[in-house]
């Protein structure tokens, strides 16, 4: 499974950012996918998913400030952020399950909230 991770970089508190994640790697698609946030020293946490039927899961931190979509025509997953805030600093990894229950993660985009 090959993961093409884009979106992440610097925004202010308050601030919005969008990432996105284009995988390949298999003709049957993904049962699941969605996104894990990880800081240093920590292990990876959830932060929201999206089954093939367009059931989505968050993670309360969340608060209502996330939105996680995928196509799956392109085999892709989004997350749009709003109202950033200095805790959501993390790497954000792209999350996909198989049909087989097999789990995959990207290589992550780093995302800075800070003034």
């Known amino acids: 499974v090959h993961f093409v991770e884009s979106g992440g970089g610097l925004a202010q508190p308050g601030g919005s950012l969008t990432l996105s994640c284009a995988v390949s790697?298999?003709?049957?698609?993904?049962?699941?996918m969605g996104w894990y946030r990880q800081t240093p020293g920590n292990r990876p946490e959830l932060v929201a998913t999206?089954?093939?039927?367009?059931?989505?899961n968050y993670k309360e931190f969340t608060e209502g400030r996330f939105v996680v979509s995928r196509d799956d025509v392109a085999n892709t997953v989004t997350l749009q952020m709003t109202s950033l805030k200095p805790a959501d600093t993390a790497v954000y990894l792209c999350y996909v399950v198989d049909w087989a229950e097999d789990q995959y993660w990207g290589q992550g985009t780093q995302v800075t909230v800070s003034s």
């Open positions: 999206i089954t093939k039927y367009g059931v989505t």
């Open positions: 790697g298999t003709i049957s698609g993904f049962y699941l």
